[in-house]
Protein backbone atom coordinates (compact mmCIF):
# COMPACT_ATOMS: atom_id res chain seq x y z
CA UNK A 1 0.00 0.00 0.00
CA UNK A 2 1.51 3.63 -0.63
CA UNK A 3 2.50 5.69 2.62
CA UNK A 4 -0.92 7.29 2.87
CA UNK A 5 -2.90 4.34 2.33
CA UNK A 6 -4.23 5.49 -0.94
CA UNK A 7 -4.51 3.84 -3.80
CA UNK A 8 -4.91 7.01 -5.52
CA UNK A 9 -1.46 7.91 -5.04
CA UNK A 10 -0.12 4.42 -6.06
CA UNK A 11 2.60 4.39 -9.14
CA UNK A 12 0.78 2.95 -11.97
CA UNK A 13 3.87 0.46 -11.82
CA UNK A 14 2.45 -0.53 -8.57
CA UNK A 15 -1.21 -0.73 -9.87
CA UNK A 16 -0.03 -3.13 -12.30
CA UNK A 17 1.25 -5.66 -10.05
CA UNK A 18 -1.39 -5.18 -7.84
CA UNK A 19 -3.41 -6.12 -11.09
CA UNK A 20 -0.99 -9.25 -11.48
CA UNK A 21 -1.40 -10.51 -8.28
CA UNK A 22 -5.05 -10.67 -8.15
CA UNK A 23 -4.60 -12.47 -11.62
CA UNK A 24 -2.45 -15.26 -10.11
CA UNK A 25 -4.71 -15.11 -7.20
CA UNK A 26 -7.85 -15.60 -8.91
CA UNK A 27 -6.83 -18.42 -11.34
CA UNK A 28 -4.99 -20.39 -8.52
CA UNK A 29 -8.52 -20.41 -6.83
CA UNK A 30 -10.89 -20.89 -9.76
CA UNK A 31 -8.59 -22.44 -12.19
CA UNK A 32 -9.64 -26.30 -11.07
CA UNK A 33 -13.19 -25.09 -11.88
CA UNK A 34 -12.37 -24.30 -15.25
CA UNK A 35 -10.83 -27.55 -16.08
CA UNK A 36 -13.92 -29.64 -15.29
CA UNK A 37 -15.81 -27.05 -16.80
CA UNK A 38 -13.42 -27.33 -20.28
CA UNK A 39 -14.40 -31.50 -19.96
CA UNK A 40 -17.80 -31.46 -19.67
CA UNK A 41 -17.84 -29.05 -22.82
CA UNK A 42 -15.67 -31.48 -24.69
CA UNK A 43 -17.70 -33.97 -23.46
CA UNK A 44 -20.94 -32.50 -24.76
CA UNK A 45 -21.55 -33.88 -27.78
CA UNK A 46 -22.25 -37.41 -25.83
CA UNK A 47 -25.84 -38.29 -25.04
CA UNK A 48 -24.64 -38.30 -21.54
CA UNK A 49 -26.05 -35.56 -19.01
CA UNK A 50 -22.94 -33.48 -17.99
CA UNK A 51 -22.19 -34.07 -14.24
CA UNK A 52 -20.00 -31.51 -12.55
CA UNK A 53 -19.19 -32.75 -9.16
CA UNK A 54 -19.26 -36.33 -11.33
CA UNK A 55 -16.60 -35.25 -13.72
CA UNK A 56 -14.64 -33.51 -10.44
CA UNK A 57 -14.54 -36.64 -8.64
CA UNK A 58 -13.24 -38.77 -11.70
CA UNK A 59 -10.33 -36.14 -12.69
CA UNK A 60 -9.13 -36.04 -8.93
CA UNK A 61 -8.80 -39.76 -8.81
CA UNK A 62 -7.58 -40.26 -11.71
CA UNK A 63 -5.19 -37.64 -11.73
CA UNK A 64 -5.22 -35.83 -8.23
CA UNK A 65 -4.31 -32.06 -7.64
CA UNK A 66 -1.97 -32.19 -11.05
CA UNK A 67 -5.01 -32.45 -12.92
CA UNK A 68 -6.90 -30.11 -12.12
CA UNK A 69 -3.91 -27.16 -12.72
CA UNK A 70 -3.33 -28.86 -15.90
CA UNK A 71 -2.31 -26.22 -18.24
CA UNK A 72 -1.90 -23.59 -15.28
CA UNK A 73 1.56 -22.44 -16.08
CA UNK A 74 0.32 -21.25 -19.80
CA UNK A 75 -3.14 -19.36 -18.61
CA UNK A 76 -0.74 -17.59 -16.25
CA UNK A 77 1.46 -16.60 -19.08
CA UNK A 78 -1.55 -15.16 -20.69
CA UNK A 79 -3.10 -14.01 -17.28
CA UNK A 80 -0.66 -11.91 -15.25
CA UNK A 81 0.11 -9.60 -18.52
CA UNK A 82 -3.33 -9.12 -19.29
CA UNK A 83 -4.66 -8.30 -15.46
CA UNK A 84 -1.61 -6.08 -15.34
CA UNK A 85 -3.21 -3.92 -18.25
CA UNK A 86 -6.21 -4.18 -17.64
CA UNK A 87 -5.93 -2.89 -13.90
CA UNK A 88 -3.35 -0.02 -14.83
CA UNK A 89 -5.67 0.77 -17.77
CA UNK A 90 -9.04 1.08 -15.44
CA UNK A 91 -6.76 3.10 -12.90
CA UNK A 92 -5.31 5.95 -15.53
CA UNK A 93 -8.52 6.20 -17.30
CA UNK A 94 -10.57 6.47 -14.40
CA UNK A 95 -7.99 8.91 -12.31
CA UNK A 96 -8.01 10.87 -15.94
CA UNK A 97 -12.13 10.98 -16.06
CA UNK A 98 -12.17 12.03 -12.21
CA UNK A 99 -9.48 14.93 -12.62
CA UNK A 100 -11.39 15.94 -15.70
CA UNK A 101 -14.66 15.76 -13.76
CA UNK A 102 -13.67 17.73 -10.97
CA UNK A 103 -12.34 20.37 -12.91
Same mark, same amino acid.
Given at each position: ???????????????????????????????????????????????????????? =???????? /?? &?? %??????? *?? =???????? /?? &?? %??????? *???????
Amino acid at each position: MSKDGRKESLSPLQVMAAGSIGGIGYNAIMFPADVVKTQIQAEASSSLKPNYMGRL =RKLWLAEG /IR &GL %YRGFGVT *LV =RAVPSNAV /IF &GT %YEVVNRA *LTIDALS
